[in-house]
């Protein structure tokens, strides 16, 4: 797959609710496209030393949001870099500015079923620690989908496909958007 190599000069931001495939797709679209790949979580986790939930308990969501915008903020010097990002990352709508200086926003999308297959057996997710069923999965999701949809420049549904079905989808939607900019 080397002709797709230098494809796209810039950041691609993955956003989507947990569970959403945003962690497998980086992976695999790095390998497609030979660009670095980050895991917005772990970037913050590494800086603060410690796990996101302890971040959550000893400071609270605010100060962990405003870690998230100071990562996106970072990256805008840096390009060709696929970003799996936290799944509440456009709660703040100053981050969805932040990812569009650098690059273009992909929405992976899942069904609240789908989601709650892929999180139930995780306990790394402090949004929903108690709250492991399809019915808080699905009101949570729809509180964020309007922020999800206007921050996207494209988005894909990941029901059903596999991680390469996925990513060609990405790739053509991208190559489509850059055409028509």
């Known amino acids: 797959m080397d002709s797709s190599n230098k494809?796209?000069?810039?950041?691609?931001?993955?956003?989507?609710?947990?569970?959403?495939?945003k962690s497998t797709i980086a992976g695999e679209l790095k390998k497609k496209l030979g660009m670095e790949r980050m895991e917005?979580?772990?970037?913050?986790?590494?800086?603060?030393?410690?796990?996101?939930?302890?971040?959550?308990?000893?400071?609270?969501?605010?100060?962990?949001?405003?870690?998230?915008?100071?990562?996106?903020?970072?990256?805008?010097?840096?390009r060709r870099t696929i970003v799996s990002c936290g799944g509440g990352v456009v709660i703040r709508s100053e981050n969805t500015e932040h990812m569009k200086k650098s690059g273009h926003v992909v929405l992976l999308t899942a069904k609240p079923e789908t989601i709650y297959e892929r999180?139930?057996?995780?306990?790394?997710?402090?949004?929903l620690n108690n709250n492991m069923n399809v019915e808080y999965i699905s009101g949570l999701l729809e509180k964020r989908r309007a922020f999800y949809e206007?921050?996207?420049?494209?988005?894909?549904?990941?029901?059903?496909?596999?991680?390469?079905q996925i990513c060609e989808e990405i790739i053509s939607k991208l190559l489509a958007l850059d055409n028509a900019e």
Do not use: C, H, W
Request: a negative charge; charged letters at 25%.
């Open 150 to 164: 206007a921050a996207a420049d494209i988005s894909i549904a990941t029901d059903g496909k596999s991680a390469d």
């Open 119 to 127: 999180v139930k057996d995780s306990d790394s997710r402090p949004i």
């Open 40 to 78: 917005m979580d772990d970037m913050i986790v590494q800086k603060q030393g410690m796990p996101i939930t302890d971040i959550f308990a000893k400071y609270g969501e605010a100060y962990f949001r405003d870690l998230e915008s100071n990562t996106l903020i970072e990256l805008q010097n840096q």
């Open 7 to 21: 494809l796209f000069d810039y950041n691609i931001f993955l956003i989507g609710f947990m569970g959403t495939g």
